[in-house]
């Protein structure tokens, strides 16, 4: 990659903005010109970057000009207004909001899953990056279907609050802190107390009876794997943990799939961390993930009530693989396969 690149980061000030440009950081992304946005209630604040402070911009029409790739992570309203303008200009954008995701005409991109879909941001312009409990699933998945053809799955999440936002966190951290000193838990930001609790209720209720999240999960995993009929039956639980979506999964498969061949497949899949020792007690947490990009796999066994079925655990960190660094692989890639 001798080529560097202007990047336009909106919404930098945010979780998943600050995680971008540590990653971008990390990961020694060539960039020629570092532009951060955000909203006017962030503009001024400064953000070091490869030993240089930048400051924040308030987001307008000319911060575009003249920049190759702009992603975008700053909720959907802010995505529908300036993607459009920022693909006018000439960059592609790499949205991490829900509001392209199930555009037929854009790609909705797992890296380890489906590279080859990336090629279509030609089109608009634009490539979605999918949803944090939808990206380590299916990062998981990728590599049985490829042996057994997947057939069905069902999947209970554990999603921590930084899902929520910086929000989120802030209401987890001063429930425990007022009960602990016998004082009532305000809700503001859940539905329900989130301290020493569990919700099963992500974002709103759909006619389906699923929640939005529980829908994003059935039909991004379907776009991704390119299986429109496939059976996806989730449920989303909200737990009192700071950062690490955990996840049980169920897969059925329209072939016999055994535990080593399963292991075999994760162990060379790209992306994924097998930690599966039944004698030492071995297996991933939330806090395995924390700070990583790998999904961590383990708990893995055969599931008996059905034909051809395979159980385990999965774990990511949300903000990380779940969000800013699955965006960065896809500019990645982005730049080594089409903007050379």
């Keep these: 990659m001798d080529k560097a690149y202007r990047i336009a980061l909106v919404g930098a000030t945010g979780l998943v903005g600050r995680e971008m440009i540590q990653g971008l950081e990390e990961r020694g992304f060539p ?69 392209w995701r199930m555009d037929p005409d854009i790609p909705l991109v797992v890296p380890e899953v489906n590279p080859e879909d990336i090629g279509q941001y030609a089109t608009k312009g634009i490539i979605a990056n999918p949803n944090c409990s939808t990206i380590q699933m299916v990062v998981a998945l990728a590599p049985l279907h490829q042996k057994a053809q997947l057939k069905r799955v069902v999947v209970s999440t554990y999603q921590a609050v930084s899902g929520a936002g910086r929000q989120g966190m802030e209401e987890l951290s001063t429930q425990v ?11 503001e930001v859940f539905s329900s107390r989130i301290a020493f609790n569990c919700i099963p209720q992500i974002d709103v209720f759909m006619e389906s009876g699923f929640t939005k999240e529980e829908e994003k999960m059935i039909y991004e995993t379907r776009k991704i794997m390119h299986l429109p009929e496939l059976g996806v039956c989730p449920t989303c639980v909200r737990v009192p943990i700071f950062n690490g979506h955990s996840e049980s999964i169920s897969a ?22 097998v930690l599966d020792d039944r004698a030492s007690n071995s297996f991933p947490t939330a806090l395995s993930a924390e700070g990583n990009d790998s999904t961590y796999l383990g708990r893995i066994r055969k599931d008996p009530s059905v034909p051809h079925g395979l159980s385990f655990w999965c774990v990511a960190d949300n903000l990380r693989k779940g969000a800013a660094t699955n965006a960065i692989q896809i500019a990645e890639l982005l730049i080594r396969e089409h903007l050379k």
Excluded at 177 to 187: H, S
């Design 252 to 273: 059925e498969f329209e072939h016999p799939l055994d535990v080593d061949d399963a292991q075999e497949a994760f162990k060379k899949a790209p992306g994924i961390l």
């Design 177 to 187: 802190t007022d009960l602990f000193n016998q004082r009532d838990a305000v809700c």
């Design 31 to 99: 960039i020629e010109e570092l532009v951060l946005l955000a909203s006017e209630r962030s503009a001024g604040e400064e953000i070091e970057f490869r030993g240089k402070m930048h400051r924040v911009h308030a987001i307008a029409m000319d911060h575009f000009a003249h920049i190759d790739i702009a992603i975008m992570s700053a909720g959907s309203s802010v995505s529908e207004e300036w993607a459009p303008i920022a693909t006018s200009q000439g960059a592609v954008v790499i949205d991490n909001s829900s509001k």
